[in-house]
């Protein structure tokens, strides 16, 4: 594993359990409360949770081995790959992973394929992608 950056952490499925454990608390400050109710809308926004952070996980990682980079989920073989040095990016240029544009908080690097045309790598931290590129590319 060359680069590695998850699409999301795991602790937003703190949030539901943590609105229910504050409604009830609420609840129970200025009358009776119900403790059904209440640990059914911890579920119910923990299961919400869980698919929102599961769906940025799969569209949102950026994974880099020495044979492939994955960006979301549409991965391409480092042999493709021609160049990630001095390459531009040109207007209208295909996004990785299917999107019209980079994901927010992430920085574009354009990659030039065999075939010569570029496309549109993310990261976070586009320097540590493009250094282990640089280790598996040879342009």
């Not at 480092?78 to 908080?105: F, H, N, Q, Y």
């Given at each position: 594993?060359?680069?590695?950056?998850?699409?999301?952490s795991w602790w937003p499925l703190l949030w539901g359990p943590a609105f229910?454990?504050?409604?009830?608390?609420?609840?129970?400050?200025?009358?009776?409360?119900?403790?059904?109710?209440?640990?059914?809308?911890?579920?119910?926004?923990?299961?919400?949770?869980?698919?929102?952070?599961?769906?940025?996980?799969?569209?949102?990682?950026?994974?880099?081995?020495?044979?492939?980079?994955?960006?979301?989920?549409?991965?391409?073989?480092?042999?493709?790959?021609?160049?990630?040095?001095?390459?531009?990016?040109?207007?209208?240029?295909?996004?990785?992973?299917?999107?019209?544009?980079?994901?927010?908080?992430?920085?574009?690097?354009?990659?030039?394929?065999?075939?010569?045309?570029?496309?549109?790598?993310?990261?976070?931290?586009?320097?540590?992608?493009?250094?282990?590129?640089?280790?598996?590319?040879?342009g």
């Amino acid at each position: 594993m060359l680069y590695r950056e998850s699409g999301s952490s795991w602790w937003p499925l703190l949030w539901g359990p943590a609105f229910a454990v504050a409604g009830y608390l609420i609840e129970l400050i200025t009358g009776p409360a119900s403790v059904r109710l209440w640990t059914l809308v911890g579920l119910g926004l923990t299961l919400g949770a869980v698919l929102w952070v599961y769906g940025r996980v799969k569209t949102g990682s950026v994974v880099l081995t020495a044979e492939g980079a994955q960006f979301g989920r549409e991965k391409v073989p480092v042999a493709m790959i021609e160049a990630c040095r001095d390459v531009g990016a040109p207007t209208g240029a295909r996004v990785l992973g299917g999107g019209w544009s980079v994901p927010k908080g992430t920085t574009a690097v354009p990659l030039r394929l065999l075939d010569g045309t570029v496309v549109l790598g993310w990261a976070r931290d586009p320097e540590a992608l493009l250094a282990g590129l640089r280790r598996v590319v040879r342009g």
